[in-house]
């Protein structure tokens, strides 16, 4: 059931409704209570995921907006889910790749500047000034986005291309195609390729977009596109120095766009518990899915175990259950590419 909400995106009152056409009758309610009593027993792996995630030296982050049921003014409210995502499978790690998920009432810089007050290393995540205060004192180190930084620039290509646009997303292309070549190599061989490849094309990117600059309105769309990339050029170009840092935050998107296509179905969150039951178990289908596992497998064999005996067991056997220890009797799927 909640594989099939949060997983196959499957509101709640349709599958009531899909039960009772097969002549099972259980009430909605009935189905909720349900999820939260597996988003309970799952707790203790959603912090375990959390706990190791904090341990890593560089996360992906990223957040977008879910309605949430505000009953007092009979609206919905702009609550937020935030993704945290370790997974440094690009880079030669052979660590478990996790995701995490937060959910909030609103969008405040407190929120990440809480998550991640323990964290040192690269934070890879958009321009959101929310995250700004982490990167003070240097303990955390911006890694911008040069995928954020290319869409801007193509929506004035999409508009108005020029050869301008055109030369200036051709340059990023070229970016790219060098990445494709160290992808999975481990982080020395990718800081050295990178040196002596992609540093001077990024370097021909900043005159031409320096130049580009001296000739636009400062006021025009253009103008305001590169200029956003220029004032973050020493975290856009961060990658260059450090074989760990990606080019861009598209693992942290990837990790948000199964939301996405979920809160077309089931519309909003009712409630604050609401949506933090969704991020727990959000948290617990997607590092399966990072880790070659079947969800549904994996969350009716742990939650069995976690109701039976497992909280009596050695604190050290918890790890036999995390999504990258666990074992079942079938195969797991591909893993993601």
Not at 186 to 194: A, F, G
Not at 218 to 230: D, E, H, I, N
Request: charge should be positive; proline fraction near 6%.
């Amino acid at each position: 059931m909640v594989v099939n909400k949060f997983d196959h995106h499957l509101p709640l009152y349709r599958q009531a409704e899909m039960m009772a056409a097969q002549g099972i009758d259980i009430d909605r309610s009935t189905l909720a209570g349900w999820a939260g009593q597996a988003a309970a027993l799952l707790d203790p792996i959603v912090a375990r995921i959390r706990a190791e995630g904090l341990k890593a030296t560089k996360i992906h982050a990223d957040d977008t907006p879910v309605p949430m049921l505000d009953p007092g003014r009979g609206k919905t409210a702009t609550a937020r889910l935030w993704t945290y995502v370790v997974d440094d499978r690009a880079s030669g790690s052979a660590n478990p790749a996790l995701v995490w998920y937060r959910f909030t009432p609103d969008r405040t810089g407190t929120h990440p500047q809480t998550e991640l007050k323990s964290f040192t290393g690269l934070l890879q995540a958009d321009g959101y000034a929310g995250y700004d205060k982490l990167y003070d004192g240097g303990r955390v180190r911006e890694v911008a986005c040069w995928a954020h930084f290319r869409r801007k620039i193509f929506e004035n290509h999409a508009t108005s291309p020029t050869p301008l646009t055109i030369g200036l997303l051709e340059r990023i292309a070229q970016l790219y195609v060098r990445e494709a070549e160290i992808r999975g190599q481990p982080p020395d061989v990718r800081r050295r390729h990178r040196q002596d490849h992609s540093k001077p094309l990024v370097e021909d990117l900043r005159i031409a977009i320096d130049d580009a600059l001296r000739r636009l309105s400062p006021k025009s769309a253009m103008a305001k596109a590169l200029s956003y990339g220029r004032k973050r050029w020493i975290a856009l170009t961060r990658f260059l120095d450090d074989g760990r840092a990606e080019i861009d935050n598209n693992i942290a998107e990837r990790a948000i766009r199964s939301i996405a296509i979920g809160r077309k179905n089931w519309l909003f969150a009712g409630s604050k518990t609401g949506g933090e039951r969704a991020a727990a178990i959000y948290s617990v289908i997607e590092t399966c899915k990072l880790n070659g596992i079947e969800p549904q497998a994996y969350i009716a064999d742990v939650i069995a175990k976690i109701a039976s005996d497992w909280p009596a067991s050695p604190a050290s056997r918890w790890d036999e259950l995390m999504p990258w220890n666990w074992t079942a009797d079938r195969a797991p799927i591909s893993m993601a590419a």
